[in-house]
């Protein structure tokens, strides 16, 4: 059972002793899949341009893969950053002697291994293996989200646009809309991250028409796929992966769903239940969460404080509201919530640390 608090013990690699960690981590990460790109000498070597001077090659590697987990935004931000943060150079393996690339160097570097995603995937594991390695509790509490990535076309040309694209609405920060949705011609790209870190565990893409929820159900089995250390505590997720099929698969792989219900419309006001998972007294009222026993698999409710206003009526021949109920959240997962129940002070603690692949996003 993950323990909440709101403190803040994570890796944020923005920081020098977090560089340093995550220069061990880069440390552990096998670069033979490069020597395909780059050839078998892989330390030294002029590949990356014909003059002086001679580019290492695993040092600018670790520069693209610290540059996407840091949230180094651009090839010329990259070198901004490389020449002026010692904590990266250092983290990097930057040679001292060494004078700082150029943009079109980098380019072309961060080109041939964008080019080449399995020798990207195989590296991106191999970096994770080794953060797991230097902190145990990686990939414990989980976050899934998606957002809206453009097509680089017109829609409307049917000479230029592609074709593998479609109109699609997705959230934005930038609309004015309501909803904070905008319509994109385009993709989205589905990533699941680390919540301490904000480290990403894995990536998928889908047009921008394709709901977010049936992604949840590739990406978590990919990741346990990919890592033996992947054993999710808890998944956070919003109302769009709102799903029984979700919550289910979550259950199997022994981690809590955290996804709020929809009130779709049409919903019965009269339910046993309400979307918090809260079951109903005899006189209509949602009972409080007292706690949840894990030896039963049970989630314990009662009656509001003082009673309901049966308890307050004359008896008229029909039983009174009971005390206290226990319901085993193992009969119906997607109703009751699952390990941990919508109504307690636990999934609220823990709910708001689904930002962090809001945050993710930003970078």
């Not at 969460?289 to 989630?299: S, Y």
């Not at 119906?332 to 390990?339: E, H, N, P, Q, R």
Request: aromatic letters at 10%; hydrophobic letters at 40%; glycine letters at 8%.
């Amino acid at each position: 059972m993950v323990v909440c608090d709101n403190t803040r013990n994570a890796v944020f690699p923005q920081h020098y002793a977090d560089l340093a960690h995550l220069g061990q981590a880069l440390t552990l990460v096998d670069y033979t899949p490069c020597a395909r790109l780059f050839g078998p000498d892989l330390g030294s070597g002029d590949i990356f341009g014909k003059g002086r001077p001679r580019y290492p090659r695993i040092p600018l590697v670790k520069v693209f893969l610290t540059a996407y987990v840091v949230g180094v935004k651009g090839r010329q931000g990259a070198v901004d950053r490389l020449r002026n943060d010692p904590a990266l150079r250092a983290a990097c393996g930057w040679p001292r002697d060494l004078e700082i690339p150029s943009r079109p160097t980098v380019s072309r570097v961060f080109g041939a291994l964008a080019a080449n995603p399995w020798v990207l995937h195989a590296m991106l594991v191999g970096l994770l293996n080794g953060v797991q390695e230097i902190r145990p509790d990686f990939g414990k509490v989980v976050a899934i989200d998606s957002t809206g990535v453009p097509a680089y076309c017109n829609p409307l040309n049917e000479e230029t646009r592609d074709n593998e694209a479609a109109w699609g609405k997705v959230h934005d920060p930038r609309s004015t809309a309501p909803d904070g949705m905008a319509m994109i011609y385009g993709w989205k790209a589905h990533v699941l991250v680390d919540v301490p870190t904000q480290f990403p565990v894995a990536l998928g893409e889908s047009p921008a028409n394709r709901h977010d929820s049936p992604l949840l159900r590739e990406l978590l089995p990919w990741a346990a796929e990919s890592y033996d250390w992947f054993e999710p505590d808890v998944v956070l997720a919003d109302k769009g992966y709102d799903a029984k099929a979700n919550v289910q698969l979550i259950h199997r792989l022994g981690a809590a769903a955290l996804i709020p219900r929809i009130d779709r419309a049409g919903r019965d006001p009269t339910s046993v239940y309400t979307l918090q998972g809260e079951p109903r007294c005899l006189s209509g009222q949602a009972m409080g969460f007292i706690g949840t026993d894990l030896a039963t698999r049970c989630h314990g409710f009662r009656c509001p404080a003082g009673g309901c206003h049966r308890r307050s009526e004359p008896f008229k021949g029909y039983t009174v509201c009971d005390d206290e109920v226990w319901e085993a959240f193992d009969d119906d997962l997607y109703t009751l919530g699952g390990s941990i129940s919508r109504a307690s002070p636990e999934w609220q603690c823990l709910y708001p640390k689904r930002w962090a692949v809001e945050r993710f996003f930003a970078w």
